[in-house]
T-cell receptor, first 112, second 111 residues
Framework: DTEVTQTPKHLVMGMTNKKSLKCEQHMGHRAMYWYKQKAKKPPELMFVYSYEKLSINESVPSRFSPECPNSSLLNLHLHALQPEDSALYLCASSQVRGGELFFGEGSRLTVL | SQQGEEDPQALSIQEGENATMNCSYK?????LQWYRQNSGRGLVHLILIRSNEREKHSGRLRVTLDTSKKSSSLLITASRAADTASYFCAAVGRYGQNFVFGPGTRLSVLP
């Protein structure tokens, strides 16, 4: 199984809502990542978990809250988002930090 | 920052032609990776070249790395319409620090 599965594929939320994005991999990878991508831009790194510990947080606003409940799962909790947070959110995993990344298809988020 | 910078930002070629994209980075690396992204989809890993390698092939792809110039190039030979996509490089730091994608090259292959 070489897949990274992200749910939901699409999400529309108001600025006062609380929602979560989920990511799952069963490749035994020990590093997992969240990226944010705006149209026609490269993915921007948000968070990196290595062995279920947060190892990189790229100065992301606190309205984004990552969670890694176990080695296969990665969540991104969303609260009080702004319209400019609308983007494609990509999850990726790698066997170790710095290795080849396997990406999910992303969750397209629209904040109204 | 390990950010890669691709050049050109957009490239349009005819089917059957070769496409070359370049990437520059700033500091010492452990490896450099190339990815492809079809519009609105996730990125797909193409090839990884380590800092002690100079050239690597995978099918129609050829990647070179020049650590003295801190640059890499991706060559796609005999391009096909299906190669139309955005291509990104990412330079990974010496200790596996993560890695930031460059702005990308948007490749259009015309039938």
């Amino acid at each position: 199984d070489t897949e990274v599965t992200q749910t939901p594929k699409h999400l529309v939320m108001g600025m006062t809502n609380k929602k979560s994005l989920k990511c799952e991999q069963h490749m035994g990878h020990r590093a997992m990542y969240w990226y944010k991508q705006k149209a026609k831009k490269p993915p921007e790194l948000m968070f990196v978990y290595s062995y279920e510990k947060l190892s990189i947080n790229e100065s992301v606003p606190s309205r984004f809250s990552p969670e890694c409940p176990n080695s296969s799962l990665l969540n991104l909790h969303l609260h009080a988002l702004q319209p400019e947070d609308s983007a494609l959110y990509l999850c990726a995993s790698s066997q170790v930090r710095g290795g080849e990344l396997f990406f999910g298809e992303g969750s397209r988020l629209t904040v109204l | 920052s390990q950010q890669g910078e691709e050049d050109p930002q957009a490239l349009s070629i005819q089917e059957g032609e070769n496409a070359t994209m370049n990437c520059s980075y700033k500091t010492s690396i452990n490896n450099l990776q190339w990815y492809r992204q079809n519009s609105g989809r996730g990125l797909v890993h193409l090839i990884l070249i380590r800092s002690n390698e100079r050239e690597k092939h995978s099918g129609r792809l050829r990647v070179t790395l020049d650590t003295s110039k801190k640059s890499s190039s991706l060559l796609i030979t005999a391009s096909r319409a299906a190669d139309t996509a955005s291509y990104f490089c990412a330079a990974v730091g010496r200790y596996g620090q993560n890695f930031v994608f460059g702005p990308g090259t948007r490749l259009s292959v015309l039938p």
